[in-house]
């Protein structure tokens, strides 16, 4: 383990202060007139006099004071101009995305998949920035998972759908190498047993589940074990060199593994043996409380 690098300067701006800077029109323009601010592609600052026209702003002086406010907090001024902090920029994108403020709710729509408990047919619905996927005929939940409002602008169930496996796949990905997909501190992973879950931890497979949670930022979510762990570093090889399709196709018609096979072999302290099955190669993958990988047995 690497020796511990030293912080020359940390400074954090109270919660409260930082977004009661964002209770005025007037700044919410210039954050995002800074951020639409482009050459070609790419970012370019705003000069003082050119930030206030497209804010439209005649005085200079009400400006000026409404500027300097958000200056140091998301907001940094260069040579050339004015631009964006990283705040700034999370802020900005936001916005945009509609992140905030969108409350789009979509009907009922077919999904080209079929269920596996009964093989019904599945359908997709769109409320409070939540995508969910289940069987129109036994109601078994197939996927469950937030999606940006974005999304869902371009009208196309498929193109949805998509996204919204995509966009699950790369939290996954992450938090299975231990990185918060929020804020890119430590990720750390509790591996519940089917009699240990609690009635809130809503999954579309029976057995186990993962809960993985952050202590910093306090992000939580949970996942069914076999689709988080085909990304594990130690599994990731087998199953891009077998079966690559599982970490493509849509997740909720993705099949590492049957369910029932998943085994408890150990309580104290906990084993869990999940057999997963790529490209006609098997691997048996057990892992401990924490999702370490503790043994494999490739066949």
């Given at each position: 383990m690497?020796?511990?690098?030293?912080?020359?300067?940390?400074r954090s701006?109270?919660?409260?202060e930082a977004?009661?800077?964002l209770?005025?029109?007037?700044?919410?323009?210039?954050l995002?007139?800074?951020?639409d601010?482009?050459?070609?592609?790419?970012?370019?600052p705003?000069p003082?006099?050119?930030?206030?026209?497209?804010?439209?702003?005649?005085d200079s002086?009400?400006?000026?004071y409404h500027l300097?406010?958000l200056?140091?907090?998301?907001?940094t001024?260069k040579?050339?101009?004015?631009?964006?902090?990283y705040?700034?920029?999370?802020l900005?994108?936001?916005?945009k995305?509609?992140?905030?403020?969108?409350?789009?709710?979509?009907?009922?729509?077919?999904v080209?998949?079929?269920c596996?408990?009964c093989d019904?047919?599945?359908?997709?619905t769109?409320r409070?920035s939540?995508?969910?996927?289940?069987?129109?005929?036994?109601?078994?939940?197939?996927f469950?998972?937030?999606?940006?409002?974005?999304a869902i602008?371009?009208n196309d169930?498929?193109a949805v759908?998509?996204?919204?496996?995509?966009y699950?796949?790369r939290?996954?990905?992450?938090v299975?190498?231990d990185?918060c997909?929020t804020?890119?501190s430590?990720m750390y992973h509790?591996?519940v047993?089917?009699?240990?879950?609690s009635?809130?931890?809503?999954?579309?497979?029976p057995?186990?589940a993962v809960v993985?949670h952050c202590s910093y930022c306090?992000?939580?979510?949970s996942?069914?074990?076999?689709e988080v762990?085909?990304?594990?570093p130690d599994v990731l090889?087998f199953?891009?060199?077998?079966?690559?399709d599982l970490l493509?196709?849509l997740l909720?018609?993705?099949?590492?593994?049957d369910?029932?096979d998943?085994?408890v072999t150990?309580r104290d302290?906990?084993?869990?043996?999940?057999?997963l099955?790529?490209g006609g190669?098997?691997l048996?993958?057990?892992v401990?409380?924490s999702?370490d990988?503790v043994e494999t047995?490739?066949h």
């Open positions: 690497s020796d511990a690098f030293e912080v020359s300067e940390k701006v109270p919660p409260a977004f009661a800077l209770g005025n029109e007037l700044r919410v323009s210039i995002l007139e800074l951020g601010a482009k050459e070609g592609s790419q970012p370019r705003l003082f006099e050119e930030l206030r026209r497209r804010c439209d702003v005649t002086g009400r400006f000026n300097q406010e200056l140091d907090v998301f907001v001024e040579a050339e101009g004015y631009g964006l902090l705040p700034g920029v999370i900005y994108q936001a916005i995305a509609d992140s905030f403020t969108d409350r789009t709710t979509v009907d009922p729509f077919p080209d998949s079929a596996v408990a019904g047919e599945l359908e997709a769109y409070n939540m995508l969910v996927v289940r069987c129109r005929d036994c109601g078994d939940l197939a469950k998972y937030h999606l940006p409002p974005g602008r371009s169930p498929d759908l998509w996204a919204a496996s995509v699950a796949r939290d996954l990905m992450t299975a190498s990185v997909p804020c890119a430590e509790d591996v047993p089917e009699e240990e879950k009635s809130d931890l809503e999954h579309a497979m057995g186990p993985h306090k992000n939580f979510f996942t069914d074990l076999p762990l085909v990304y594990h090889p199953v891009a060199a077998n079966a690559p493509t196709d909720w018609t993705a099949d590492a593994c369910p029932d998943i085994a150990e302290p906990l084993r869990v043996t999940v057999p099955e790529a190669e098997g048996d993958v057990t401990d409380r999702l990988v047995d490739r």
